[in-house]
């Protein structure tokens, strides 16, 4: 069984910030690559950003610059900073991770149960 929990989010007002956390746990051998993605009201779920397990990072266009991932190997964490957040980047947020349940196993994608950011003009 694996988990994962999201937490962070909130209402707040344009180029205000919130920092989002999604903790992993349960029975996890490794995480490969973690990151978050987001489906606003009427819309497809989009990528936002993503991290390696070596750090390399990918964002979105539309959040280049104001977003920021992070993530603690040893806490099986990952975090997403967000700086002047603008009316559009209101969504559901969703944390995903590749986990490797054993060694050698498949690594198998997980979401979190999605966290509401709502940011007022």
């Known amino acids: 069984q694996v988990q994962l929990v999201e937490s962070g989010g909130g209402l707040v007002q344009a180029g205000g910030s919130l920092r989002l956390s999604c903790a992993a746990s349960?029975?996890?051998?490794?995480?490969?690559?973690m990151g978050w993605y987001r489906q606003a009201s009427g819309k497809q779920r989009e990528l936002v950003t993503t991290?390696?397990?070596?750090?390399?990072?990918n964002y979105a266009d539309s959040v280049k610059g104001r977003f920021t991932i992070s993530r603690d190997n040893a806490k099986n964490t990952v975090y997403l900073q967000m700086n002047s957040l603008e009316p559009e980047d209101t969504a559901v947020y969703y944390c995903?991770?590749?986990?490797?349940?054993?060694?050698?196993?498949?690594?198998?994608?997980?979401w979190g149960q999605g966290t509401q950011v709502t940011v007022s003009s």
């Open positions: 991290i390696t397990s070596g750090g390399s990072t």
């Open positions: 995903n991770a590749d986990i490797r349940r054993r060694f050698a196993g498949p690594p198998i994608g997980y």
């Open positions: 349960g029975s996890i051998f490794s995480i490969n690559a």
